[in-house]
C-alpha cells in the first residue's frame, strides 16, 4: 500500500505528539486558550481533534461553552466566566511504519506497521476557589484534587486521585510542573490512586499524568494512549 505524501511529512514530527504531547488551557490575552505541547513547547493542532469542552460554575452547575477552531488552534467561549473547565482532545489512530514512521491512521490502513496507537488528551482547570467539582465522566483519565488547590500554596503538597475510566489507578506517574519540568516525576498513584504532588509555582501550575493500556480484538490499535492535566494558579489572584 503506498502511503500518501502529506501523512509521510506529517509523521516526521508526528512520534513526539503522539507519546509525549499533552493538553492544557491557559488565559491569554483575555481568552481561554488550548494549549497542545510538551513542556515549553506550544505546538499548532488541528483544531477539529478537539471533542468537548464542558465549564462550570462554583457551585458546579453547567455553564455552555463553544468552540473557536482557529486555523492553528483552539480557544474556548464559556457564556460567563467558569469556575471549572474541562477540554477533551481526541488524536486519533496512529500507525508507525517499519522504518520508523507515525501515520495518523489505523494499522488496518498502514501495511506492516510495528506500533498501533489511539491517543486521548484531557485537560482540567481550577479557576475559583472553593469550587465544587461537578462529575467529570467525560475525562475518561482525570486528575481529581482532593483539597481546593488554590488555597494550597507553593511549597505545600495537593493531594490527588487519579481516575481511568472512573476508577483509580495504582502506579501512576505524576508530574507536576510539566511546562518547566516535563520529565520530573513529582509523585506516584497508591492502591486508590492517591498521591501527594508539591506545588510548585505562584502562577500557572500544570500536574500531569499520562498511561498506555493494553486494547483487545481492535483491527487499527492495540494500545489506548490518555494524557490528563491538571491547572490552577499556586496563589489566588485577587483584583
Known amino acids: 500500500m503506498r502511503i500518501p505524501a502529506y501523512l509521510l511529512l506529517a509523521g516526521l514530527f508526528a512520534s513526539g505528539n503522539v507519546l509525549a504531547h499533552g493538553l492544557w488551557t491557559e488565559q491569554r490575552r483575555g481568552n481561554i486558550e488550548v494549549v497542545y505541547g510538551h513542556g515549553a513547547e506550544d505546538n499548532v493542532f488541528k483544531a477539529e481533534k478537539i471533542s468537548g469542552a464542558w465549564a462550570y460554575d462554583a457551585a458546579g452547575k453547567m455553564i455552555p461553552v463553544s468552540v473557536e477552531r482557529l486555523s492553528d488552534h483552539a480557544r474556548l467561549h464559556p457564556l460567563k466566566p467558569p469556575a ?10 496512529w500507525s508507525k511504519t517499519p522504518d520508523g514512521q507515525w ?26 476557589e472553593g469550587a ?30 487519579v481516575l ?65 492535566s491538571l491547572t490552577f494558579l499556586g496563589q489566588a489572584h485577587h483584583e
Not at 500536574?207 to 481492535?218: G, K, M, Q, R, T
Request: net charge negative; charged share 20%; no cysteine.
Open 103 to 128: 501515520i495518523n491512521q489505523g494499522r488496518s490502513q498502514v501495511a506492516n506497521s510495528t506500533q498501533s496507537l489511539h491517543t486521548y488528551k484531557y485537560s482540567l482547570a481550577i479557576y475559583a
Open 164 to 228: 481511568v475510566d472512573g476508577k483509580p489507578l495504582a502506579g501512576v506517574e505524576l508530574v507536576g510542573d510539566y511546562r518547566g519540568a516535563p520529565h520530573q516525576v513529582s509523585a506516584v498513584t497508591d492502591a486508590e490512586g492517591r498521591a501527594q504532588v508539591p506545588v510548585r509555582n505562584q502562577g500557572l501550575n500544570i500536574i500531569s499524568a499520562e498511561v498506555s493500556l493494553p486494547v483487545a480484538n481492535d483491527a487499527d490499535i492495540e494500545t489506548r494512549g490518555l494524557f490528563a
Open 84 to 93: 471549572v473547565l474541562g477540554v477533551a482532545l481526541d488524536n486519533g489512530a
Open 132 to 161: 465544587q467539582l461537578p462529575a467529570l465522566d467525560q475525562l475518561k483519565m482525570v486528575i481529581l484534587p482532593e483539597t481546593d488547590p488554590l488555597k494550597v500554596g507553593p511549597g505545600k503538597s495537593l493531594p490527588v486521585r
